[in-house]
């Protein structure tokens, strides 16, 4: 049988792919961006990241190149960032020129550059004006939105209180005493916590970060061209989003019928009466899908990250026990038993601060950051990063850096501490980002980790049979999200 055929076909495809190799190579040493390893033709650096290991692989990868260097997602070049220094001279010095919104392919099947998370230019900066300046009318750094918050604390004590010392995965009822605080910005009131609606929605929400923060959501983010068309678990986000826009968009219809121009009730009439004003202007960001993302991003925002952090923040005092027997001795001495905490208490309370903000560092929540992208061709450290370029701040990496933190591997209150023991800042405390693209919701997101901390650890003491130590303790540091190991605790009554 002749098989000279078979020899020859083989032949070409291997000309042809060293030729494809060499054009790639040289096209690819011919730009002046930063350095990094060889891309493969068409896969990028996907070889180069361990699966299920993403941020792991990112980190080594700086250790070997540098703090700033260059990765191919695919046939896409995206300049990774990972030190303080790196990311404060992008972020805050050249803040203009980094202000973009990158590609996040497993969010951007839903978004499509939707929402004040995910727009760019004047659409993105009227959303975010526009959102600050509602979230503000509603509370959000003022004694409206503490109101709130204490009166879902004292919701959840009571909602503790019914497991009368029963071990319980606090998951559920974190996210839901969080998440109650953006209903009642958003749609204007709060969910009993057995409500099934609530449930469901809630479970879809962390379905989609989770899902992201897998090794499918990885691989999505790195490959969209393939895994767009590759059968898998990734293929449940857009499923899970649809089903929360339905959810929205019921509330935004139950709004209309009743919405008042002079006297919005919530964020959706607001948005509502704007469209209104504006729906002569076919140019204005304020239209339904607008609207739909944007709430869904202060979901996804202000939701997951907050009780997350309180996750790894009980899970932390369970290792720690000495540190909450401080807390509770602050508490006790500054608070007392009979009456709440406030804010206001907040600036008599340094070590629970430098707690809060050291269970923020070492959680570390978003390790990756949302990726930021460059408005035009920009020059960095010597090097030419082309308009459109996808930028990856790594947060991990600024909240992990020794030139910022004495341990920077372990828990330790003393980072946020004067010798005198009065609460002091630090340049290197970046879990909400910096810069144009700072997350909107950090003065809101701080009162809750305060004001459900301490609400917390003033009616109860923390305890768990499950035999934690402390490398319990330690981000898994997988993907987009980072997740605390599941545990089991009990709150005995004080």
């Given at each position: 049988?002749?098989?000279?055929?078979?020899?020859?076909?083989?032949?070409?495809?291997?000309?042809?792919?060293?030729?494809?190799?060499?054009?790639?190579?040289?096209?690819?040493?011919?730009?002046n961006?930063?350095?990094g390893?060889?891309?493969?033709p068409?896969?990028?650096?996907?070889?180069?990241?361990?699966?299920g290991?993403?941020?792991?692989s990112?980190?080594?990868?700086?250790?070997?190149?540098?703090d700033?260097?260059?990765l191919?997602?695919?046939?896409?070049?995206?300049?990774?960032?990972?030190?303080?220094?790196?990311?404060?001279?992008?972020?805050?010095?050249?803040?203009?020129?980094?202000?973009?919104r990158?590609a996040?392919?497993?969010?951007?099947?839903?978004?499509?550059?939707?929402?004040?998370?995910?727009?760019?230019?004047?659409?993105?900066?009227?959303?975010?004006?526009?959102?600050?300046s509602?979230?503000?009318?509603?509370?959000?750094?003022?004694?409206g939105?503490e109101?709130?918050?204490k009166?879902?604390?004292?919701?959840?004590?009571?909602?503790?209180?019914?497991?009368?010392?029963?071990?319980f995965?606090p998951?559920?009822?974190?996210v839901?005493?969080?998440?109650?605080?953006?209903?009642?910005?958003?749609?204007?009131?709060?969910?009993?916590?057995?409500?099934?609606?609530?449930?469901n929605?809630?479970s879809?929400?962390?379905?989609v970060?989770?899902e992201?923060?897998?090794?499918?959501?990885?691989?999505?983010?790195?490959?969209?061209?393939?895994?767009?068309?590759?059968?898998?678990?990734?293929?449940?986000?857009?499923?899970?989003?649809?089903?929360?826009?339905?959810?929205?968009?019921?509330?935004?219809?139950?709004n209309?019928?009743?919405?008042?121009?002079?006297?919005?009730?919530d964020?959706?009439?607001?948005?509502?009466?704007?469209?209104?004003?504006?729906?002569k202007?076919p140019?204005?960001?304020?239209?339904?899908?607008?609207?739909?993302?944007?709430?869904?991003?202060?979901?996804?925002?202000?939701?997951?990250?907050?009780?997350?952090?309180?996750?790894?923040?009980?899970?932390?005092?369970?290792?720690?026990?000495?540190?909450?027997?401080?807390?509770?001795?602050e508490?006790?001495?500054?608070?007392?038993?009979n009456?709440?905490?406030?804010?206001?208490?907040?600036?008599?309370m340094?070590?629970?601060?430098?707690?809060?903000?050291?269970?923020?560092?070492?959680?570390?929540?978003i390790p990756?950051?949302?990726?930021?992208?460059?408005?035009?061709?920009?020059?960095?450290?010597?090097?030419?990063?082309?308009?459109?370029?996808?930028?990856?701040?790594?947060?991990?990496?600024?909240?992990?850096?020794?030139?910022?933190?004495?341990?920077?591997?372990?828990?330790?209150?003393?980072?946020?501490?004067?010798?005198?023991?009065?609460?002091?800042?630090?340049?290197?405390?970046?879990?909400?980002?910096?810069?144009?693209?700072?997350?909107?919701?950090?003065?809101?997101?701080r009162?809750?980790?305060?004001?459900?901390?301490t609400?917390?650890?003033?009616?109860?003491?923390?305890?768990s049979?499950?035999?934690?130590?402390?490398?319990?303790?330690?981000?898994?540091m997988?993907?987009?999200?980072?997740?605390?190991?599941?545990?089991?605790?009990?709150?005995?009554?004080?």
């Amino acid at each position: 049988m002749d098989t000279s055929w078979l020899w020859t076909l083989l032949l070409c495809l291997l000309i042809s792919a060293m030729l494809i190799y060499s054009t790639w190579n040289k096209m690819y040493r011919k730009r002046n961006l930063p350095p990094g390893p060889t891309p493969i033709p068409l896969f990028g650096n996907v070889m180069q990241i361990k699966r299920g290991e993403m941020v792991k692989s990112l980190i080594e990868l700086g250790k070997k190149y540098g703090d700033i260097y260059t990765l191919y997602f695919g046939p896409s070049p995206v300049v990774i960032l990972c030190s303080y220094r790196a990311i404060k001279e992008a972020l805050i010095d050249q803040a203009e020129e980094f202000s973009g919104r990158g590609a996040i392919p497993s969010f951007d099947q839903y978004f499509q550059g939707y929402g004040v998370v995910f727009t760019n230019g004047e659409e993105w900066k009227n959303l975010r004006r526009f959102s600050l300046s509602t979230l503000r009318n509603f509370g959000m750094g003022k004694r409206g939105i503490e109101e709130r918050i204490k009166e879902e604390a004292q919701f959840l004590v009571a909602e503790i209180k019914s497991y009368k010392e029963k071990p319980f995965d606090p998951t559920n009822i974190l996210v839901q005493c969080v998440s109650n605080v953006i209903c009642s910005v958003v749609f204007g009131n709060r969910f009993e916590y057995a409500n099934k609606d609530f449930q469901n929605l809630l479970s879809l929400f962390q379905s989609v970060f989770q899902e992201t923060s897998s090794s499918w959501g990885q691989l999505l983010n790195m490959l969209p061209a393939v895994m767009n068309h590759v059968p898998g678990p990734h293929k449940n986000i857009i499923r899970d989003m649809n089903k929360l826009e339905d959810f929205v968009l019921q509330r935004v219809k139950e709004n209309e019928k009743t919405v008042d121009p002079n006297s919005p009730r919530d964020l959706i009439d607001s948005f509502l009466i704007k469209m209104q004003q504006e729906n002569k202007n076919p140019t204005s960001p304020f239209h339904m899908k607008n609207l739909i993302a944007t709430i869904l991003s202060i979901f996804f925002a202000g939701t997951e990250t907050v009780s997350t952090t309180l996750r790894h923040g009980f899970l932390i005092l369970l290792i720690h026990p000495e540190i909450e027997a401080k807390l509770q001795e602050e508490i006790d001495r500054v608070v007392g038993q009979n009456r709440s905490p406030t804010i206001e208490d907040r600036n008599k309370m340094p070590y629970t601060d430098a707690v809060i903000h050291e269970i923020q560092r070492l959680s570390d929540v978003i390790p990756m950051n949302v990726p930021h992208l460059v408005t035009k061709d920009t020059k960095f450290r010597g090097y030419t990063i082309p308009k459109g370029t996808n930028i990856y701040p790594l947060l991990c990496a600024v909240l992990r850096d020794p030139e910022q933190f004495d341990t920077p591997s372990k828990f330790n209150p003393n980072h946020f501490l004067d010798d005198k023991g009065c609460f002091k800042s630090n340049d290197g405390f970046m879990p909400f980002s910096t810069g144009k693209r700072i997350c909107l919701g950090e003065g809101l997101a701080r009162m809750e980790l305060f004001l459900f901390l301490t609400n917390i650890l003033q009616n109860f003491k923390l305890h768990s049979e499950s035999g934690l130590t402390e490398d319990n303790i330690a981000p898994k540091m997988k993907g987009f999200a980072n997740y605390p190991t599941s545990y089991q605790l009990s709150f005995i009554p004080r």
